[in-house]
């Protein structure tokens, strides 16, 4: 058999065809591998190096600026406003007067209260001298008319019985002394129990009940001079002039005027010191529990012309507020955080009844591990992060546990070291895959 012959040329030519359809090949290749998947851009890795750091997570919420301390004005008798010296929300001074009320009224039962309290006293004086007083006084005297009446009767009855054993009178005289003599007896008998209760009426209990009394009656005449003394109405201390919080906010509430009757204790209205400001906000069923008494917090505001005001929680109330329609759905907690006491150039700025954007720190710790949100992979607790190994420079999978959650960033709680340098890609969703 003859060998198979190749010419040059047709060998030259086929390895050219074979060459250019490998090139070909190769640069569809790399078209194919750079076009980018659809709905998706470029991937870029990021990195950052973990040190430690200070590391809050917070709770933001809007609010209104309230009072903090305020001391409360109260009628302090019932009666009809006569003068109004104030206006709510404007600011005033210790001892200026407030509202006047009318004491006609409070008159009449203060001359009451005098007339029994002079009632008491003369009774209290009568107890006092009980035992010398016209009573056990009438009743001695009655006992000794009655044993006085009872020795005579006696007497003459000796003499009679012995001139009627002579025979020189006659039986019925006799018979009739003795006959006196029960009386008297029984007489003299009434007149010694009427002496006892007239002494018993002056007896320990007596007196005490007596010595109740006149206190009683001192302490109503006290207290209605007092109120009548308290007919002017003044500011017990400095600052804004609030409204009762009973009143905020309600439709058909008749504000206070000349000729309004108020009753004793009623809640006029409340001051509160400009210095002293709170903010109440509401908090939703997932927040109540994470919001504490003495957390920080940071008030700004729309009105406060660029201040950041500082305070903690104050409280948290135990009991829902039910939302409009009383379904339960969409219940609140009231909360409210007092602020730092306000310099004078603050407290002329920020006003009570501003909007408020409250900040709270639910979470703080001065030296924390943090990793961008991007670099935290999978799902809580099978979380991890790559992390460029310093020698090789290749990723290396760290498994980690992770705490609080912030939008700058993610606690570590363990699996990184300060210095370590997490990497991820601007598409995390890829990486779950590795």
């Known amino acids: 058999m003859r060998p198979l012959r190749v010419w040059p040329w047709k060998s030259r030519a086929t390895a050219l065809v074979a060459g250019a359809a490998i090139i070909l090949a190769l640069l569809m290749g790399a078209l194919v591998l750079r076009r980018p998947s659809a709905g998706s851009a470029p991937s870029a890795l990021q990195s950052a190096v973990i040190q430690a750091g200070p590391f809050a997570s917070t709770l933001g919420l809007t609010g209104v600026v309230t009072p903090g301390d305020v001391a409360g004005v109260t009628a302090p008798f019932d009666g009809r406003v006569s003068k109004v010296g104030f206006d709510f929300g404007a600011e005033v001074v210790q001892g200026q007067m407030l509202v006047t009320l009318d004491t006609s009224e409070i008159q009449r039962r203060r001359d009451e209260a005098e007339a029994e309290y002079l009632k008491a006293a003369q009774s209290a004086a009568d107890m006092a001298r009980w035992s010398t007083g016209p009573e056990v006084s009438q009743a001695r005297r009655a006992e000794s008319s009655a044993t006085f009446d009872m020795a005579d009767t006696q007497r003459k009855i000796a003499q009679t019985k012995a001139l009627l054993d002579r025979g020189l009178v006659a039986r019925d005289e006799y018979d009739g002394l003795l006959q006196q003599q029960r009386s008297q007896e029984q007489a003299l008998a009434a007149a010694h129990q009427e002496l006892g209760e007239a002494l018993r009426k002056g007896d320990a209990a007596n007196r005490r009940v007596t010595a109740i009394e006149l206190q009683s009656a001192r302490a109503r005449l006290t207290e209605a001079d007092t109120e009548r003394a308290g007919a002017v109405v003044r500011a017990p201390v400095a600052g804004i002039l609030v409204r009762p919080p009973g009143e905020k906010g309600e439709a058909n509430v008749s504000p206070l005027h ?41 008030v700004t505001g729309p009105g406060f012309e660029g201040l950041t005001l500082s305070g903690n929680v104050a409280e948290v109330a135990g009991e829902a507020t039910a939302a409009a329609g009383g379904d339960g759905a969409g219940v609140t907690f009231a909360a409210r955080a007092r602020l730092d006491p306000l310099t004078p150039a603050q407290a002329a700025i920020v006003r009570i009844g501003m909007s408020a954007s409250v900040s709270i720190d639910i979470y703080r710790n001065p030296s924390a591990l943090v990793a961008p949100p991007g670099a935290i992979l999978g799902a809580a607790p099978d979380t991890f992060v790559m992390v460029r190994d310093k020698r090789s420079g290749k990723l290396r999978r760290i498994a980690v546990r992770i705490g609080q959650v912030a939008p700058a960033g993610v606690e570590v709680l363990s699996g990184l070291r300060p210095g370590d340098v997490v990497v991820w890609s601007a598409h995390a969703s890829d990486s779950d895959s590795d």
Request: proline share 5%.
């Open 258 to 298: 000349i000729g309004m009757t108020l009753s004793k204790g009623q809640l006029i209205g409340a001051i509160a010191h400009p210095g002293g400001l709170a903010v109440t906000f509401q908090l939703s069923e997932a927040d109540a529990n994470r919001v504490r008494p003495g957390q920080h917090v940071q």
